[in-house]
Each structure stands twice: as C-alpha cells, then as structure tokens.
C-alpha cells in the first residue's frame, strides 16, 4: 500500500486515490450539488461567516463544489478563493466562478503558504475528507494567527 508523509503523519494514498478519482468523474454527484445553488439554502452558513469576519478579509472555502457559497460571500464584500478536489466541480459550465478565484487543491495538502488567510471555511464537507485530522491541521496552518477556521 502507498503511503505518504504529511507533517508528521502516514497517508493512506490509496484511500486519497479513490476519493480523488471518484469526484473527477462523478458528474451524477455534481449535478447533486447544484441543487443546493439557492441563497435560503446557504443562509445558516452564511450568517455564521458574517457574524465574525471583517468585510474585505479573505476567506478560503474548503470544499466548494461549484462555487456558489464563494460567490454569496464575494457578494458580501470577502475576498474568497474556493478550492475543491475536482476540477469537474470547480469547471464545469454550471461553476460560479466568476467575480473571485479557485483552485484545485486536497485539504489534507493545501497549496498555500503558512497564514495566507484570515478564515477558512467549509460547509458539508467533513463527511468527504479521507484524514479529518490531517486536513484540519492543514486549515490551521494556513489561517493567519488571530483567524479562525469554521
């Protein structure tokens, strides 16, 4: 079995393997997402997000899909970056990435340099992610001293 090491820890890349390949290819589980596309749906999560953070502060999601939650917080005046697993998500025609900025990116390997961003967030994720450790660890390195991750 392959495996890794991440800041410490031993990666199953077998499990990671599988859940990458599967969001790649899994346009029926997209078009899943795109029900959620209403702002009533997005309202907990959105509240929560702007009860603590600073208009203009940057927020990195976690998990996007196809981008609709960033782009209701770009409408409330955050500089966001979205990232998701896959790219199938992120591109497709029904994305919603058009006024901030997206990356294909693992949350247990984030491409981003220690403290890059004021708050980081997710919303129905946790349930997706191969090491919830690992990648909480990761969110936690990446969010400036004084943010928060939520």
Not at 27 to 45: A, C, Q, R
Not at 51 to 65: D, P, Y
Request: hydrophobic share 40%; aromatic share 12%.
């Amino acid at each position: 079995m392959k495996s890794y090491k991440v800041m410490d820890k031993i990666v199953d890349n077998c499990q990671k393997e599988k859940l990458q390949d599967f969001y790649a290819s899994s346009s029926m589980y997209k078009n899943g997402l795109t029900v959620h596309n209403d702002e009533n749906y997005f309202m907990p999560f959105l509240s929560f997000i702007t009860a603590f953070a600073k208009k203009g502060c940057s927020i990195l999601e976690i998990g996007c899909g196809t981008g609709y939650s960033c782009s209701l917080l770009t409408d409330r005046g955050f500089s966001v970056i979205g990232t998701d697993i896959s790219q199938l998500f992120l591109y497709g025609p029904e994305s919603h990435f058009k006024r901030h900025s997206t990356c294909v990116a693992d949350c247990m390997m984030l491409p981003f340099i220690h403290s890059s961003f004021d708050i980081i967030c997710s919303a129905q994720v946790i349930e997706h992610i191969a090491d919830v450790e690992l990648s909480l660890m990761e969110m936690i390195r990446v969010v400036r001293p004084g943010g928060g991750s939520w």
